[in-house]
């Protein structure tokens, strides 16, 4: 009973540097979602993914890349890490869309340095 | 634009307190309602949920919300809190936003419970 796995769990990297994030849900849940934590700001939507190959962005997308070639996968991109993008990364991911809860990931905490 | 509020940003009671945390949204059509709440170190799960119906909604640990439409109001409450209630509390509304689906949380509100 994985449910839902982030990797890595810490990162430390520099400015500049690509870094990919991953996910993985094994309940076969259409919608995959990555947010960011930050202080004074709570969740905020990066990008979704309805399924497979369909993707959407959401609040604060720019910096970010994401793919879903597996339904099961949600990796998210920083393409050229900034300090700003130091955070808590949190995946999710559930069933439907109206309605229905969201399970979290248990988050990679992000140092760009 | 779809917002939610929550007004309490930090919140420090003792054992036994009432809790009544607060959060209203701003969107004038159909939602749905959550409250997630992160304990130090873990993930976020779900506490409980409006949907539709009984607008008085149960969760876990003898947390209760009421949604109250005409105020756009979703307050999480909790008669007399305990030390492990200790965390920080997400309201959430997922709605339908230019033809699409969309999920928006709250900033938060963390509770801090004195034994």
């Known amino acids: 009973d994985a449910g839902i796995t982030q990797s890595p769990r810490y990162k430390i990297t520099e400015t500049g540097r690509q870094v990919t994030l991953m996910c993985h849900q094994t309940w076969s849940h259409s919608y995959m979602f990555w947010y960011r934590q930050d202080l004074g700001h709570g969740l905020r939507l990066i990008y979704y993914s309805a399924a497979a190959d369909i993707t959407d962005k959401g609040e604060v997308p720019d910096g970010y890349v994401v793919s879903r070639s597996k339904t099961e996968n949600f990796p998210l991109t920083l393409e050229s890490a900034t300090r700003s993008q130091t955070s808590v990364y949190f995946c999710?991911?559930?069933?439907?869309?109206?309605?229905?809860?969201?399970?979290f990931g248990p988050g990679t905490r992000l140092l760009v340095l | 634009a779809q917002s939610v509020s929550q007004h309490n940003h930090h919140v420090i009671l003792s054992e036994a307190a009432s809790l009544e945390l607060g959060c209203n949204y701003s969107?004038?059509?159909?939602?749905?309602l959550f409250w997630y709440v992160q304990y130090p170190g873990q993930h976020l799960q779900l506490l409980l949920k409006?949907?539709?119906?009984?607008?008085l909604v149960k969760g876990i640990k003898g947390f209760e919300a009421e949604f109250i439409k005409s105020k756009f109001s979703f307050n999480l409450r909790k008669p007399s809190v305990q030390w492990s209630d200790t965390a920080e509390y997400f309201c959430a509304v997922n709605a339908r936003a230019g033809g699409y689906q969309k999920v928006t949380f709250g900033i938060g509100t963390k509770l801090q419970v004195i034994p």
């Open positions: 409006y949907f539709s119906g009984d607008p």
């Open positions: 969107y004038g059509g159909t939602v749905n």
């Open positions: 999710a991911s559930s069933f439907g869309l109206a309605g229905e809860t969201q399970y």
